[in-house]
């Protein structure tokens, strides 16, 4: 059983949602506090600011709707429910449909609850609400920071490294059919869990007040290309695995001069994250790109393949799959041009804060 920090800080909220209501003598309402700070937790310093204004605003229009519509029309649980509908209403003509929930349970508890100072109950509840979600707000920003950078990396260095190791093992038909088929399954929902930690990444990146925003900005746009090139790769082992036969009928001059080709676009990838990383030098990695009388053999032999499926052979099908082979290795090798780039600018940017995660650890699941 593993206890996370989210865990940690709900509990913590819920705690002291529960405690501040009771020293504030606003009992009755703390059940409230702590569903509100429940539902207003959020993962990035830039979602919770959204949440707490958004909160605010959703929670003040429940009350005053609620208490509008108690003292006119009454508590009725037919009123009840014309008010949650004008409520509902109301924060959708604002965009505000996730915040709709906590509103109308605030609306609900407020037009339900018994007594006859009616006003005076009413406004403990929205202030119960409010301190709730002010509560969440200050445990998500001043408690356990979440390290979203740390778990992006190590999430894309083990994604990209069973990438890798299936492209390898594709070009020396060393891989079962079957076996890959679910493999690369799993890695797609790799490849999308990096968009969901790059993004929360980028929240906190694009919301920081520090004097070295820029330089945050400037790692943001290097993790995205990142990202970007391993999902080239991710193309590149699911086209492998597709026109798996296809590749086996090549001539073998051929197989031999993709899994070359391979190698060494693999091996400068590897080294561009370790360059990312601090690992290597700026200053090196600089094979990716072919020389000229090698890029035109390895083009030409290309062609030459495609041209005698379609012509001699009169296989379309195959010659479609050398172009799609072809054209998923020629776009790999550009992203990691591209990257190879903006890593190198990066780092050689004295700058630039350094990136240097040395605290290689299990991937949170």
């Given at each position: ?158 994604t990209t490294s069973e990438i890798m190791k299936w492209i390898r093992a594709s070009v020396r038909k060393n891989s079962e ?189």
């Open positions: 059983m593993k206890i996370g920090a989210r865990t940690m800080k709900t509990g913590l909220a819920i705690t002291l949602a529960l405690a501040i209501p009771y020293l504030l003598d606003m009992k009755t309402a703390a059940v409230l506090a702590a569903i509100s700070a429940i539902f207003a937790l959020q993962p990035s310093l830039k979602r919770s600011v959204k949440t707490l204004k958004d909160r605010v605003f959703a929670n003040i229009v429940g009350g005053v709707l609620a208490i509008i519509v108690n003292l006119t029309l009454g508590n009725h649980f037919i009123f009840v429910g014309l008010a949650s509908i004008l409520l509902i209403a109301i924060l959708n003509q604002f965009n505000l449909g996730p915040v709709i929930g906590l509103a109308t349970v605030t609306l609900i508890v407020i037009m339900m609850s018994p007594g006859t100072n009616f006003m005076f109950s009413a406004t403990i509840r929205i202030l119960a609400t409010l301190l709730g979600v002010v509560i969440a707000f200050l445990v998500n920003t001043l408690f356990f920071p979440p390290k979203y950078e740390e778990k992006l990396y190590h999430l894309i260095d083990y059919y079957a076996i890959l088929k679910k493999d690369l399954k799993w890695v797609k929902s790799e490849v999308d869990r990096l968009e969901t930690y790059y993004s929360l990444f980028k929240d906190e990146g694009t919301y920081s007040r520090k004097k070295n925003r820029s330089q945050i900005l400037r790692k943001i746009v290097v993790y995205r290309q990142i990202i970007s090139t391993t999902k080239v790769a991710y193309n590149l082992a699911s086209i492998l695995h597709r026109q798996e036969n296809s590749f086996n009928h090549f001539p073998e001059e051929l197989r031999i001069q993709i899994r070359e080709r391979l190698e060494t676009l693999l091996s400068a990838h590897e080294q561009i994250l370790l360059k990312f990383n601090g690992r290597v030098s700026p200053d090196e990695v600089n094979f990716i790109d072919y020389k000229e009388s090698l890029r035109s053999k390895f083009m030409h032999s290309f062609f030459d393949e495609a041209n005698m499926e379609a012509e001699v052979n009169k296989d379309v099908t195959q010659s479609n799959a050398v172009i799609h082979i072809m054209s998923s290795i020629l776009k790999y090798e550009e992203f990691l041009s591209r990257l190879n780039i903006l890593v190198t600018s990066y780092k050689k940017d004295l700058k630039n804060p350094q990136t240097t995660i040395d605290n290689i650890q299990h991937i949170e699941q």
